[in-house]
């Protein structure tokens, strides 16, 4: 089995977040930190020509209080296929008032793919996270996707999707939470103007016990990702 590990710790410093631990070793990749305003961001990587049988990537994150951390991924992966379950799983500690953005590239599956990915994760108080994701996946693939974001052990978010449903429909997600009351509000009125002027692209929002979340649905995975880029820019600036 191909493995990859990757472990990312971050935290405030002044008037900008530090990443001051990024180790990564087998199958993993990640560039150096890049500012962003205030933020950090990295980009993550894979090495080969994508995600084959029993390929696993192992991500564990921490973001010390008031930390702003972007995470995206330099291209697409493509799932391939084979006689194992490939699949990644990523463990996120979020600080008190910090701010994670995990914002996906498309996965674009292959007929005989079969890929589970895992995220969890943990919120302290006055903590968010941003989670966006996209999947094209053939019916006869089996591409399954999970997200779990806790507070002092409650859970917050569940969210789980098996892509190949939504076939030959691409599939998109946009969930934010760890918001109070007035801002789960304006979240959510930012998501439906936007999701009004957002054309070619099914869209459905709803609003969390303490977030604001959105799926999509259209005929390929640029046409969504660009209908989900527009609303999370929508989402942070209702925020």
């Given at each position: 089995?191909n493995?990859g590990t990757l472990?990312?710790?971050?935290?405030?410093?002044?008037?900008?977040?530090?990443?001051?631990?990024?180790?990564?070793?087998?199958?993993?990749?990640?560039?150096?930190?890049?500012?962003?305003?205030?933020?950090?961001?990295v980009?993550?990587?894979?090495?080969?020509?994508?995600?084959?049988?029993?390929?696993?990537?192992?991500?564990?994150?921490?973001?010390?209080?008031?930390?702003?951390?972007?995470?995206?991924?330099?291209?697409?992966?493509?799932?391939?296929?084979?006689?194992?379950?490939?699949?990644a799983?990523?463990?996120?500690?979020?600080?008190e008032n910090?701010?994670?953005?995990?914002?996906?590239?498309?996965?674009?599956?292959?007929?005989?793919?079969?890929?589970?990915?895992?995220?969890?994760?943990d919120?302290?108080?006055?903590?968010r996270?941003?989670?966006?994701?996209?999947?094209?996946?053939?019916?006869?693939?089996?591409?399954?996707?999970?997200?779990?974001?806790?507070?002092?052990?409650?859970?917050?978010l569940?969210?789980?999707?098996?892509?190949?449903?939504?076939?030959?429909a691409?599939?998109?997600?946009?969930?934010?939470?760890?918001?109070?009351?007035?801002?789960?509000?304006?979240?959510l009125a930012?998501?439906?103007?936007?999701?009004?002027?957002?054309?070619?692209?099914?869209?459905?929002?709803?609003a969390?016990?303490h977030?604001?979340?959105a799926?999509?649905?259209?005929?390929?995975?640029?046409?969504?990702?660009?209908?989900?880029?527009?609303?999370r820019?929508?989402?942070?600036?209702?925020?």
């Open positions: 089995m493995a472990d990312i710790a971050a935290r405030h410093d002044g008037t900008r977040t530090v990443v001051d631990r990024l180790r990564y070793d087998g199958l993993a990749r990640c560039s150096r930190p890049f500012a962003r305003g205030g933020a950090a961001l980009v993550l990587a894979q090495l080969g020509p994508g995600v084959i049988a029993g390929d696993a990537v192992a991500t564990t994150g921490r973001l010390a209080p008031v930390a702003h951390l972007i995470v995206t991924q330099q291209t697409a992966t493509r799932l391939l296929g084979g006689v194992r379950t490939a699949g799983r990523s463990q996120w500690t979020i600080g910090a701010m994670l953005e995990l914002i996906g590239e498309p996965l674009i599956a292959a007929a005989d793919a079969d890929y589970e990915a895992t995220t969890t994760v919120l302290a108080d006055g903590a996270v941003l989670v966006a994701e996209i999947a094209h996946v053939p019916a006869t693939a089996s591409v399954r996707l999970r997200t779990v974001v806790t507070r002092h052990g409650r859970e917050l569940y969210d789980a999707v098996d892509a190949q449903t939504a076939a030959p691409a599939v998109g997600t946009l969930a934010y939470v760890g918001l109070t009351e007035e801002e789960r509000m304006h979240c930012a998501l439906d103007r936007a999701a009004d002027v957002t054309a070619g692209v099914r869209i459905g929002t709803g969390l016990a977030g604001v979340f799926r999509l649905t259209g005929d390929g995975a640029w046409l969504v990702g660009a209908a989900l880029d527009a609303l820019v929508a989402l942070l600036a209702g925020s």
